[in-house]
């Protein structure tokens, strides 16, 4: 879960979704949904700090649990809900109804969180057979955003992060030597192997699981 949390917060960074890539998305909740018509549509949904709360749902028309909606200026940013374990094929089977099949594997750029610098090093662990499944817009967003878009987001990096360009290094990441990488590359590294939006779900046979959607847009206005 750890990792899952990890990915999540990754994956949420200056988020948003770009109109142009709704075809990978929650159908109850595509990524225009605004916070007030989720309130309003779920009476019982707590809200607080760009969040809502909701006990019990359906995505892609499957039975969920603690549904939580994360919001970053206004726009719906991420969906996170629990499957029941007796759920599982159902979902599986929804999601690559509506999707297609999985990916074969996925490796993004995962942020270093505990740096206050921006670093970024590339995670193959995440596609795990009949554990974790990923579905992702076509395109990295180095293809998908212009040259502008891809400027802007980096310099709001630079507001938001210590800024050092330096070699590679190395860490180790669960056990695994990894190359990471600082300021201007990290975020050409990241462009490259990060999407737009991301749909995935985690959990072995038998057991709950996680279902993740998340989107990632250029700064507004750009």
Same mark, same amino acid.
């Given at each position: 879960?750890?990792?899952?949390?990890?990915?999540?917060?990754?994956?949420?960074?200056? !988020? *948003?979704?770009?109109? /142009?890539?709704?075809?990978?998305?929650?159908? %109850?909740?595509?990524?225009? #949904?605004?916070?007030?018509? +989720?309130?309003?549509?779920?009476?019982?949904?707590?809200? &607080?700090? =760009?969040?809502?709360?909701?006990?019990?749902?359906?995505? $892609? *028309? +499957?039975?969920?649990?603690?549904?939580?909606?994360?919001?970053?200026?206004?726009?719906?940013?991420?969906?996170?809900?629990?499957?029941?374990?007796?759920?599982?094929? #159902?979902?599986?089977?929804?999601? @690559?109804?509506?999707? *297609?099949?999985?990916?074969?594997?996925?490796?993004?750029?995962?942020?270093?969180?505990?740096?206050?610098? $921006?670093? +970024?090093?590339?995670?193959?662990?995440?596609?795990?057979?009949?554990?974790? $499944?990923?579905?992702?817009?076509?395109?990295?967003? /180095?293809?998908?955003? #212009?040259?502008? @878009? @891809?400027?802007?987001?980096?310099?709001?990096?630079?507001?938001?992060?210590?800024?050092?360009?330096? &070699?590679? #290094?190395?860490?180790?990441?669960?056990?695994?030597?990894?190359?990471?990488?600082? !300021?201007?590359? /990290?975020? %050409?590294?990241?462009? %490259?192997?990060?999407?737009? &939006?991301?749909?995935?779900?985690?959990?072995? %046979? *038998?057991?709950?699981?996680?279902?993740?959607?998340?989107?990632?847009?250029?700064?507004? =206005?750009?």
């Amino acid at each position: 879960m750890k990792r899952l949390a990890v990915l999540l917060a990754a994956a949420l960074l200056l !988020a *948003g979704c770009a109109a /142009a890539r709704r075809d990978v998305q929650v159908p %109850e909740y595509p990524w225009d #949904t605004t916070q007030q018509a +989720v309130l309003q549509a779920s009476p019982d949904a707590e809200s &607080a700090d =760009g969040t809502v709360q909701i006990e019990s749902g359906a995505l $892609f *028309g +499957v039975p969920v649990q603690g549904i939580t909606l994360t919001y970053s200026g206004g726009r719906l940013a991420g969906v996170v809900a629990t499957v029941q374990a007796q759920d599982r094929e #159902t979902m599986l089977a929804a999601l @690559q109804k509506a999707l *297609g099949a999985p990916a074969d594997s996925y490796a993004p750029a995962v942020q270093n969180a505990l740096s206050s610098g $921006f670093r +970024v090093y590339i995670s193959d662990e995440m596609a795990v057979p009949d554990a974790a $499944f990923y579905w992702h817009t076509p395109q990295p967003l /180095a293809e998908t955003w #212009t040259q502008e @878009q @891809q400027d802007a987001w980096t310099a709001a990096l630079r507001e938001h992060y210590e800024w050092e360009n330096q &070699a590679p #290094t190395t860490a180790m990441v669960n056990g695994v030597e990894k190359e990471v990488y600082h !300021a201007d590359e /990290a975020a %050409e590294v990241y462009l %490259e192997n990060n999407y737009e &939006a991301v749909i995935s779900y985690h959990g072995q %046979e *038998g057991s709950d699981g996680l279902l993740i959607a998340a989107c990632q847009l250029a700064p507004e =206005g750009s």
